[in-house]
């Protein structure tokens, strides 16, 4: 059904039932579901992404990894990060290199993925979120809220890329195991002026600052509970950061932090007949790894051999990749001994 055709079959009775002819169904637009709709779409596949695109504020970093699939897919986004620098551990800055990685906006990021599945022959049903999903033979009822009412579609494999919602992989059975709990509040500040990213560590949890020549974007990562009593004080709390405070400072007037949960955790199952999920939805990393992206994007890449059948081994890569992560994220940790607070024994 042509792109044309499809949205004027939309706009039907309050309880519709399409069959749209796709090979996969994605639910979610983030990262995962562009990137897993454009590896389809590059062999050859038709696909169907549903989600809202949704705002988002703010900075990420991306690594070598991330920026060479980017470069692959004819995306070019993203500055060089040129200063890469942390207090962590102790007051003496730690400078290393991060030889092609980028700092990009999280949401120019997403509106140039989501254009790249649209002019690769992508179809997208935006502002749709996910009711209920069974399977009945070789094919999939995926059940669609969006502002038309509800609407069924059939298809024969179904991607979750909901993040950590795993909305597709819960309604499956499948459990999210937690393994940490971070949260982060993000506001926008009058940053350094050039790229970069400086990390702190403080008492509590950890600062981090991510900036271009015009934007810079200050995170605070911390436990849900010291957050519930900080997110509303983040300047003055801000005030008593030793290193950072010399190259950010927080605009006057009534802050909006954006809260979201940063902790590691992953579904219990991520992968089944004719569904699997990508990124978030099978695992997400705290941001001190600056992996989140490049995970999504190799996810979305292993999703072209999972539809040509070769599902073997994708849920204990998964699982192994995590036990690494997390070895690697405890080994960080570690590296602070300055504190004995409940912060800093959780996490080591
Ligand atoms: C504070 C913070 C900072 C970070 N910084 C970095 C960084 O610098 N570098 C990096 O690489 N990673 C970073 N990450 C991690 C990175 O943002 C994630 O790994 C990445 O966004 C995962 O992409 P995704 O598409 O899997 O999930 P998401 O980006 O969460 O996208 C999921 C999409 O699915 C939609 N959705 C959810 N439920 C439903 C439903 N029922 N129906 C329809 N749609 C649904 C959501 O609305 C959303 O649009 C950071 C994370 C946090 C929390």
């Known amino acids: 059904m042509a792109r044309a055709e499809f949205y004027r079959a939309r706009r039907g009775p309050a309880h519709r039932t399409e069959v749209i002819e796709t090979d996969a169904v994605i639910i979610g637009a983030g990262p995962s579901g562009c990137a897993t709709a454009m590896e389809l779409l590059a062999a050859g596949r038709r696909v169907l992404v549903v989600g809202a695109s949704g705002d988002c504020a703010g900075l990420e970093t991306l690594s070598a990894y991330a920026g060479a699939w980017l470069a692959r897919h004819n995306v070019p986004l993203g500055d060089p990060i040129p200063t890469v620098v942390a207090w962590w551990g ?24 989501q254009q790249q599945v649209l002019a690769g022959g992508g179809l997208r049903l935006p502002g749709a979120v996910l009711l209920d999903v069974k399977r009945a033979g070789q094919r999939w009822t995926i059940r669609l809220l969006d502002s038309d009412g509800v609407l069924d579609l059939a298809s024969e494999f179904l991607v979750d890329a909901t993040g950590r919602a795993s909305a597709v992989a819960r309604r499956l059975g499948a459990r999210r195991v937690h393994s940490d709990y971070l949260v982060s509040a993000s506001i926008e500040v009058s940053g350094p002026g050039a790229s970069g990213v400086w990390t702190e560590s403080v008492s509590d949890g950890w600062w981090n600052l991510v900036a271009t020549a015009e934007k810079s974007t200050l995170s605070f990562f911390t436990r849900p509970s010291t957050m519930r009593s900080t997110a509303g004080h983040l300047k003055r709390v801000f005030s008593a950061v030793r290193h950072l405070k010399g190259l950010a400072s927080i605009p ?47 996810d979305a890449k292993l999703t072209r051999a999972i539809l040509g059948g070769h599902e073997r081994g994708y849920t204990a890569t998964k699982v192994k990749e995590f036990e690494d992560y997390r070895r690697q994220l405890r080994n960080q940790y570690r590296l602070e001994t300055r504190w004995a607070t409940a912060f800093w024994q959780v996490q080591s």
Do not use: M, N
């Open 90 to 113: 102790s007051d003496q800055p730690v400078r290393t290199e991060a030889p092609g990685a980028l700092v990009v906006s999280r949401q120019v990021l997403r509106d140039s993925l």
């Open 252 to 298: 006057a007037g009534l802050l909006k932090p954006e809260l979201r949960p940063a902790g590691s955790s992953y579904a219990s199952a991520s992968c089944g007949e004719g569904w699997v999920c990508v990124g978030d939805a099978v695992s997400a990393f705290q941001p001190l790894s600056s992996a989140g992206i490049a995970k999504a994007f190799h």
